[in-house]
């Protein structure tokens, strides 16, 4: 076929068909372009908006409840987390701070007194290798041993009869730990079986004892405690000025004389640094169950010392009272005084006052007779005060 005869095929009208047709498509292209086509074409894309509108809601709420069912919980679990870690934080704080420090304190202590035990048993070995005589206690010497075994089934008989069990004792001076964790390194005179010490060193606070009695001083030694043996005057006094955080006097100055409290109190406040705190605590003679008899149980007490009289000696000797409490009532079942009230159910006006009044007067003796049986007595150095 020529050119000439595509060119005039292409110029040929459309048959019916496909005619029809392209009418079809332009009449739609037209009515699209009517008020009434864009009507309904916007309306078909609002439908489809608010189709897109009502899935992102559904995904939003899916999205919700997924939140809430499954992060909900996670969320919790990982605030314990965080409280368990923080719980974990603080023990290894105490660990580091109190418990560790207090551990090599006593294995220091324990290792230092067996390198001397080691010591003497080599001196001993090597002089009997060299044939060398053992020495020998002369025949007027103490034998400290016998006279430290002998004092060690007394002593704790006393204690355990005038003062208490360990256990019971221990208890009783946990109220002192706070104010000793402030006031470090503390000097515990007239430690005793070292309860005190025991507390100290579990709160990993540094201690030493003074004790005078032989079988307490080796008791203490061996639970690995810092106690030094001798008299409470003399081992204060080779103290250096300004050394001590604390000086603490459970249950000693009322086995001293006047002029012995004095110099102890004097030598307390040398050895004590500016701002540093004294703890006494005393039997109670304003009770008189314990003044006119428990008092006099122990063979070792000098005198009652009243807490007016103490506070007047710790004024004496340059010292500030802070406080006074008074400490450890006698059980109910000993009291005369009867709590429940039993006045209530008389109906006689005379008969009842009659019996408030006799109730009155039983807690009044009660006051007397079963009052607390100790009193402790809180003190300090002057914070701008320095030793001579």
């Known amino acids: 076929m020529s050119g000439d005869d595509r060119s005039a095929s292409s ?3 459309p048959q019916g068909g496909q005619q029809e047709s392209l009418l079809r498509r332009w009449g739609k292209v037209l009515y699209s372009l009517t008020p009434r086509g864009v009507e309904r074409l916007r309306a078909g894309f609002e439908d489809r908006f608010n189709g897109i509108e009502d899935a992102i809601r ?4 899916e999205l ?7 992060f909900g919980p996670v969320e919790k679990r990982v605030d ?3 409280r368990a870690l923080g719980a974990v934080s603080d023990e290894t704080g105490r660990l580091r701070d109190e418990v560790f420090p207090a551990s090599v304190a006593r294995s220091d202590a324990l290792l230092e007194r067996l390198a001397v035990e080691l010591e003497e048993v080599a001196s001993l070995v090597e002089r009997s290798l060299l044939g060398e005589p053992l020495p020998i206690s002369g025949a007027g010497a103490i034998d400290e041993g016998r006279l430290a075994g002998a004092l060690d089934e007394v002593q704790p008989l006393l204690l355990e009869t005038f003062r208490g069990s360990e256990e019971e004792i221990r208890h009783r001076l946990d109220r002192y730990l706070p104010d000793l964790r402030r ?12 309860e005190l010490l025991l507390l100290l060193r579990e709160a990993g606070i540094k201690a030493t004892g003074v004790e005078g009695d032989m079988a307490l001083v080796q008791a203490a030694t061996r639970r690995g405690l810092k106690v030094i043996k001798g008299d409470v005057l003399e081992v204060l006094r080779a103290q250096e000025s300004d050394s001590q955080g604390a000086v603490t006097a459970i249950h000693l100055f009322e086995h001293l004389t006047s002029a012995t409290l004095a110099a102890v109190l004097a030598e307390i406040r040398r050895v004590l640094r500016p701002g540093g705190l004294v703890i006494a605590e005393c039997p109670n003679p304003h009770t ?3 003044g006119a008899a428990f008092f006099w149980q122990d063979p070792t007490h000098a005198r009652p010392l009243l807490p007016e009289t103490l506070e007047l000696f710790i004024k004496a000797a340059g010292l500030a009272v802070q406080r006074r409490e008074l400490l450890h009532p006698f059980p109910e079942d000993q009291l005369l005084a009867d709590d429940e ?3 209530q159910a008389l109906t006689n006006p005379e008969v009842t006052a009659l019996a408030d009044r006799l109730d009155r007067l039983r807690r009044r003796l009660d006051e007397i007779l079963n009052g607390p049986r100790d009193f402790a007595v809180w003190a300090s150095k002057a914070e701008e005060e320095k030793a001579i």
Do not use: F, I, N
């Not at 919700?64 to 499954?70: N, Q, V």
């Open 64 to 70: 919700a409840e997924l939140r809430d069912e499954r």
């Open 288 to 290: 008189l169950r314990v």
């Open 58 to 61: 559904t995904l939003q709420d």
């Open 183 to 194: 006031s470090t390194p503390v000097l515990d005179l007239g430690c005793g079986r070292g």
């Open 80 to 82: 314990a987390v965080e």
């Open 341 to 343: 009230g039993g006045t």
């Open 11 to 13: 110029d040929q009208p």
